[in-house]
């Protein structure tokens, strides 16, 4: 299972943000192989072993949040602003959270080697859309707050306000994982 170095830069950017006193503090708890990824900065054009993501986004979170994992739903947030703004303006501008996550599901595989996503709207709400990302071999809940914290912000910028929010993690890779939004 592998990950677009994208996805690692943009915890390393989160880190470094918070001080050369935070990274240090983050490198020195992390395994010898993501320790090396963040020392030498990761490369967003490399794939990086899955396990590197989950050990970043966990040790991040122990180190400089409460390590309840909620600072990874602020690493996906601090993804979408950062990673999103500039050229792709435009699409927060124009869109809508049905057609940002209809951009974000078919760019999935650039970000991720492994599972599917797609989305899911509401016949009877269009302004209920249910994100899905099934086949992951090993769901961690890091990486599904990141999502989380990418789709919200994503919101957000798109100037749709966020009304309702359900939970469908689940750890059973046969069990796929959802985010259900609900927004005007």
């Known amino acids: 299972m592998q990950i677009s170095g994208h996805v690692i830069r943009s915890r390393y950017m989160f880190v470094r943000k918070a001080g050369d006193e935070a990274f240090e503090k983050v490198l020195a708890a992390l395994t010898p192989e993501a320790r090396k990824v963040m020392e030498t900065g990761p490369l967003e054009t490399v794939w990086y072993p899955y396990d590197v993501l989950i050990d970043i986004s966990v040790t991040v979170d122990r180190v400089l949040g409460q390590g309840d994992l909620q ?3 602020e690493m ?3 993804s979408c602003q950062h990673n999103l703004t500039g050229i792709y303006r435009v699409f927060f501008r124009f869109g809508n959270l049905n057609f940002l996550l209809d ?17 899911i ?3 009877e709400n269009k302004h209920k859309v249910t994100l899905e990302l099934a086949n992951v071999p090993r769901p961690h809940r890091a990486v599904y707050l990141a999502i989380k914290g990418w ?26 994982t959802t985010w259900i939004f609900e927004y005007i």
Do not use: N, W
Request: proline share 6%.
């Open 121 to 123: 709207r509401d016949p």
């Open 71 to 73: 600072l990874c739903e």
């Open 76 to 78: 996906g947030s601090f």
């Open 103 to 119: 951009r974000a599901a078919k760019a999935y595989h650039s970000q991720y080697d492994f599972g599917s996503m797609r989305v």
């Open 151 to 176: 789709a919200i912000k994503a919101a957000e910028l798109s100037g749709s306000e966020m009304t309702g929010f359900t939970d469908g993690f689940s750890e059973d890779p046969e069990v796929p």
